[in-house]
């Protein structure tokens, strides 16, 4: 439940977290583009990957300084001749102008690719041209000019090469580091959106939307043939949400879903244990970890319908009969927040009710109403253990110690 009392015995009325700013669409397509090309390994190693970075940016900033110092401010070389033919400066202001065309046109390349935009690009390139011909023109004009000779023109071509390669590689650094930041900043300040796994962009086909009055018309008469059913856990934690999430799974299994997913931290330990349940009291059902909000977007736009269980939404008996049946359902079940942008992708935003409850009630109440009650009396294939409850207790039939 998006506003329940569950994680931290904290009410969160429906209203304060739609108020929440959250990123925007671009903003999280930039923060997954960022993880996929530096792939950390989780959330954790960022910070030290930052640090990394940065130690070694300046480490290479340092030796570009000495460098420079030693080769070219301190040696009584004469600089006022073979001026550069590209725009005159002479060999001194070269050695500077270069690192610092290189350096912002990494800067403007690297926002060019992130961002999709084609001014920085263009500019970067430009940059990158010219700071070549100054690299390699010393060594061209040591040949041609009489100036200087061939050994004096290959020192200043060495000297402005490994200038260049050293700031080169000192910006990529520093850019990395900037936009691990960012992402950092970002998912500290929105604990709920995560990026782990991410789903490549892909251009969709245009799916017509559901129509209210379509769905309308399609009542509730349990579900159709084929209809696949799977439970979203929403912004799972793994060290705070097993006990609930584990719950939700078990109830998700007996009472029909075809699917259990959990969206945000991974936990192969939890969805093992679905497995197992599934072993020894029968039937199977799906167990998957995805991204989160591009998952549900790409389940909508492919046909889907999306069903989000939240505090003080639509009453569920009056909504179920609404939506519309023989089409992929995607029940999201929320955790301790929930951003803005779930509520907009999902077509259904549905409440069990309008008092403080658990999200476990919730999915169990909608799902025994969608198939059209009855659902908990439901049998299961390949069952090893089957419980027969009594008034005065439990009888366990093992199957297999039967037929033997």
């Known amino acids: 439940m998006s506003e329940s009392l569950i994680a931290d015995g904290e009410g969160i009325a429906e209203g304060e977290i739609l108020d929440i700013p959250m990123p925007s669409e671009e903003q999280m397509e930039l923060a997954e583009k960022i993880i996929s090309r530096l792939d950390p390994k989780d959330r954790s190693s960022i910070g030290e990957m930052i640090h990394s970075r940065a130690r070694w940016c300046g480490g290479i900033l340092a030796a570009w300084a000495v460098f420079w110092w030693l080769t070219v401010l301190r040696p009584s070389e004469n600089y006022d001749i073979a001026h550069s033919i590209f725009f005159g400066p002479d060999f001194m202001t070269v050695t500077i102008l270069v690192p610092c065309l290189i350096f912002v046109g990494s800067i403007l390349s690297d926002f060019s690719r992130e961002l999709g935009q084609l001014f920085p690009g263009l500019v970067s390139g430009i940059m990158f041209v010219l700071s070549i011909l100054y690299v390699f023109e010393p ?78 018309n399609e009542k509730s008469s349990g579900p159709a043939m084929g209809e696949r059913v799977e439970v979203l856990r929403w912004g799972y934690r793994k060290g705070r949400d097993p006990r609930i999430t584990t ?32 072993t020894r009291f029968g039937g199977e059902i799906e167990t998957n970890h995805v991204s989160g909000l591009r998952y549900l977007r790409k389940h909508v736009e492919s046909g889907g319908v999306a069903v989000h269980l939240t505090m003080y939404g639509q009453p569920y008996r009056q909504a179920i009969p609404k939506i519309r049946r023989a089409r992929p359902l995607l029940i999201v079940v929320g955790g301790a927040k929930v951003p803005g942008e779930v509520f907009k992708a999902c077509q259904y935003n549905i409440g069990v009710g309008n008092q403080p409850h658990s999200e476990v009630a919730a999915l169990a109440l909608f799902m025994d109403e969608w198939f059209g009650g009855g659902a908990a009396e439901r049998s299961f294939p390949e069952a090893k253990l089957i419980i027969e409850g009594t008034n005065q207790g439990k009888i366990v039939h093992e199957l297999e110690s039967e037929e033997e």
């Open 247 to 278: 719950h939700l799974g078990l109830v998700a299994r007996a009472l029909g879903a075809d699917a259990f997913t959990l969206a945000g931290e991974d936990d192969k330990e939890l969805l093992e244990n679905l497995h197992s349940v599934s």
């Open 139 to 216: 060594a061209v004009m040591g040949f041609v000019d009489n100036d200087l000779t061939p050994a004096e023109g290959m020192w200043r071509f060495a000297r402005l090469a490994l200038l260049s390669a050293t700031v080169y590689a000192a910006a990529k650094l520093l850019i990395d580091a900037f936009l691990l930041g960012w992402v950092k900043r970002l998912i500290e300040n929105h604990t709920s959106i995560q990026f782990t796994d991410p789903i490549p962009l892909e251009i969709e086909p245009e799916i017509e939307p559901l129509i209210e009055s379509e769905a309308c």
